[in-house]
């Protein structure tokens, strides 16, 4: 069973799970904890609190959440520019991990949370994303579909993260991807897994297209026999 579930992260057992990362790679659940707190602290207005999800947080958010919109994050685009070494990928054949960086826009999906229990449900999110510190977590405005501006919480790319990798065009990284996996699955699914669940919301990203599209390429050109005489 996989450890992306609420009880693993609440009990220990998912950041657990990831000791076996290199020696002052995975952080520790107080400094996760002192993350979030120094970000609840920078809180900009008494609003509603939402989570702009641009990955997995869009079809498996685990944190309970009041209420689910399309929406439009301006100023960053995806991009597949973490090395992976576990979840979807492994020392041995890394992959790559999904984040924002500068430039662009971003449809994904806004998460709004209970204010009664936001603390709670943050924690679960912090837990789950800042495992190795590869994102850096920042305050921006989204715009739903109806033209409204909203606050959101944004897990966003830390160019100063060591797994920080600078070429993350489609063709560089998808022949890393089509042959990475670890305990949460393969890396090409999630790849796949997103490009559908954008699909579902009436959505697209061209880049995500180019990477799924070239990643069904490998596949196939994989599973072709070899030539005999």
């Excluded at 950041?15 to 520790?28: A, I």
């Excluded at 209420?67 to 992976?84: I, K, P, Q, V, Y």
């Amino acid at each position: 069973m996989s450890m992306l579930n609420r009880d693993a992260l609440c009990s220990g057992a998912y950041l657990r799970s990831f000791e076996s990362l290199p020696t002052g790679l995975l952080w520790t659940q107080e400094r996760i904890d002192r993350s979030l707190a120094q970000t609840l602290a920078a809180r900009p207005d008494a609003g509603d609190v939402w989570v702009f999800g641009y990955g997995s947080l869009i079809w498996n958010p685990l944190a309970e959440i009041e209420r689910r919109e399309a929406a439009t994050l301006h100023g960053w685009h995806r991009s597949f520019c973490m090395s992976l070494i576990a979840g979807r990928g492994s020392p041995e054949r890394p992959g790559r991990m999904l984040s924002l960086e500068p430039g662009g826009l971003t449809q994904g999906v806004a998460l709004k949370l209970p204010e009664m229990k936001l603390e709670h449900e943050l924690r679960i999110l912090w837990t789950r994303e800042m495992v190795t510190g590869a994102y850096r977590p920042i305050w921006s405005k989204a715009q739903l579909a109806d033209g409204s501006a909203i606050t959101v919480i944004v897990f966003v790319s830390e160019p100063a993260h060591v797994h920080h990798c600078e070429d993350s065009s489609a063709a560089c990284i998808a022949p890393m991807i089509v042959g990475a996996s670890g305990m949460l699955g393969s890396n090409a699914e999630y790849v796949f897994r997103l490009q559908a669940s954008l699909a579902g919301f009436g959505m697209n990203d061209a880049y995500v297209d180019e990477l799924a599209a070239q990643l069904r390429r490998l596949q196939q050109a994989s599973e072709q026999p070899a030539g005999g005489d």
